[in-house]
């Protein structure tokens, strides 16, 4: 098993952030965006990043759903989160032992991690900010950050 990006650490990843909605619910697409802004937050003028940023970085985002969702069963399983099917989809929020829980965990980074689920979710309740508008302001940075790295005339290509 892989333990990097695991249903378990991802599962954990996701409880931080229902935790510090809780008891608010969060469907898919806001759990995706948080996660990138909990780990990313020096991207927005945010607090020091947890993780760096990678080349691959518009992957990243894209594997994240399927892999949030797959810690989303993770936690369902273990008691740690409800879902709620409503009239737009799917929501999920930490269950009543789920809070709990994310506070025994004392590992530095747990503790960190819990601290930019708490930045994270008090950006995400500004008002107009939405999900798919702030997912498509993150991609068009990667883009414009990879089309600065591009030769811009031929003498750029010979060494």
Do not use: C
């Amino acid at each position: 098993m892989n333990p990097l990006n695991s249903p378990l650490e991802v599962g954990m990843r996701t409880l931080m952030l229902l935790a510090a909605a809780f008891p608010q619910p969060l469907d898919v697409g806001q759990l995706v965006y948080l996660d990138h802004l909990m780990l990313h937050s020096s991207e927005v003028d945010g607090p020091p990043s947890l993780h760096p940023t990678l080349p691959a970085g518009p992957g990243e985002l894209a594997m994240k759903r399927g892999l949030i969702e797959q810690g989303l069963i993770v936690l369902l399983r273990a008691g740690l989160a409800d879902i709620e099917a409503t009239a737009d989809g799917l929501l999920y929020r930490a269950s009543e032992e789920g809070p709990g829980f994310v506070d025994i965990l004392a590992a530095p980074y747990a503790g960190a991690l819990k601290e930019r689920a708490s930045w994270a979710i008090g950006i995400e309740a500004l008002p107009d900010q939405s999900v798919r508008a702030q997912t498509q302001a993150i991609t068009q940075r990667w883009a414009e950050d990879f089309a600065s790295r591009l030769p811009t005339s031929e003498s750029d290509l010979t060494p």
